[in-house]
């Protein structure tokens, strides 16, 4: 199956895993405008293609990003000046919403994503690594919230998503002061599920993960993450009464008859995209 092309960006497809390379590696993979619209056209072609059932996300060089592309900040007045002050705010207002919405389509993919982070992960990258199922590191990698450095507030998904994935306390901190997050306190304020000992062996073992994942019921790991992410923003009693009319739609499938017929001649199931 061929794959779309991209400026900033490589995706390949393997044996059911989706691999999506940020590829600038000359500017430590900083996100552009280009950057940003194809991470999300990306992800939408992993959501509709059947054959792709994960994702991983990583970088291409020494790092995996260096955040948002100070040359693309530089130059976001004269894409959004008006004649009115007041349509001058909208057009920025806007601007940060389809950012934000890039990053989300990682959220609204059916698939889950695995980001495999090594290097540097600052600033806007951080921001795109809490919209990812999984996040692993290699040990050298570090993790900062950079904007309060540069005199903003983060506005594109970190303060939103990060306190839900570790303490309240500590997102504070690292968002008030920016301070560097290096891979082992990074797994153990539980930012990152696995440290890896090189980039090398982060791709393998994020690899074989995303393996295991595609060999599962598609259906049921698309579900899986459909009820996960409805849970993280409802109450219980709206994620039981969600997970009984999903599957009272989609429990009676081929694959529940597969996955139970291999299981009794003890055989490894195949499941359709």
Same mark, same amino acid.
């Given at each position: 199956?061929?794959?779309? !092309?991209?400026?900033?960006? %490589?995706?390949?497809?393997?044996?059911? *895993?989706? %691999?999506?390379?940020?590829?600038?590696?000359?500017?430590? $993979?900083?996100? $552009?405008?280009?950057?940003?619209?194809? =991470?999300?056209? /990306?992800?939408?072609?992993?959501? !509709?293609?059947?054959?792709?059932?994960?994702? *991983?996300? #990583?970088?291409?060089?020494?790092?995996? %990003?260096?955040?948002?592309?100070?040359?693309?900040?530089?130059?976001?007045?004269?894409? =959004? @000046?008006?004649? +009115?002050?007041?349509? &001058?705010?909208?057009?920025?207002?806007?601007?940060?919403?389809?950012?934000?919405?890039?990053?989300?389509?990682?959220?609204? +993919?059916?698939?889950?994503?695995?980001?495999?982070?090594?290097?540097?992960?600052?600033?806007?990258?951080?921001?795109?690594?809490? +919209? !990812?199922?999984?996040?692993?590191?290699?040990? #050298?990698?570090?993790?900062?919230?950079?904007? *309060?450095?540069?005199?903003?507030?983060?506005?594109?998904? &970190?303060?939103?998503?990060?306190? @839900?994935?570790?303490?309240?306390?500590?997102?504070?901190?690292?968002?008030? &002061?920016?301070? @560097?997050?290096?891979?082992?306190?990074?797994?153990? =304020?539980?930012?990152? $599920?696995?440290?890896?000992?090189?980039?090398?062996?982060?791709?393998?073992?994020?690899?074989?993960?995303?393996? !295991? =994942?595609? /060999?599962?019921?598609?259906?049921?790991?698309?579900?899986?993450?459909?009820?996960?992410?409805? /849970?993280?923003?409802?109450?219980?009693?709206?994620?039981? $009464?969600?997970?009984?009319?999903?599957?009272?739609?989609?429990?009676?499938? %081929?694959?529940?008859?597969?996955?139970?017929?291999?299981?009794?001649? @003890?055989?490894?199931?195949?499941?359709?995209?």
């Amino acid at each position: 199956m061929s794959t779309p !092309t991209f400026e900033t960006l %490589t995706l390949t497809l393997a044996d059911h *895993i989706a %691999t999506v390379r940020l590829n600038r590696p000359d500017k430590a $993979n900083a996100m $552009n405008l280009a950057m940003w619209h194809e =991470i999300r056209q /990306a992800f939408q072609w992993i959501d !509709t293609t059947p054959e792709a059932r994960v994702a *991983i996300i #990583e970088g291409e060089g020494k790092h995996f %990003t260096s955040g948002i592309d100070l040359t693309m900040m530089m130059g976001l007045q004269a894409q =959004i @000046k008006s004649d +009115c002050d007041g349509r &001058t705010r909208e057009n920025l207002r806007r601007m940060i919403l389809d950012l934000q919405d890039t990053l989300s389509s990682m959220e609204r +993919c059916r698939k889950p994503v695995l980001a495999a982070i090594h290097g540097a992960c600052v600033g806007g990258g951080v921001d795109l690594v809490t +919209c !990812t199922d999984m996040r692993y590191c290699s040990a #050298e990698a570090y993790f900062t919230i950079k904007e *309060i450095d540069i005199g903003m507030t983060a506005d594109v998904g &970190t303060l939103q998503r990060l306190p @839900k994935l570790i303490s309240d306390g500590m997102a504070r901190e690292l968002a008030y &002061t920016g301070r @560097k997050v290096l891979a082992a306190e990074a797994k153990e =304020i539980g930012l990152v $599920n696995r440290v890896f000992d090189t980039p090398e062996a982060l791709r393998s073992g994020v690899r074989e993960i995303a393996a !295991t =994942i595609a /060999a599962k019921s598609p259906l049921s790991i698309r579900g899986t993450k459909e009820m996960i992410m409805y /849970a993280r923003d409802h109450s219980v009693a709206d994620g039981l $009464n969600y997970i009984a009319t999903w599957n009272a739609a989609m429990l009676m499938s %081929t694959d529940l008859q597969a996955a139970m017929m291999a299981q009794m001649s @003890k055989q490894t199931p195949q499941f359709l995209d």
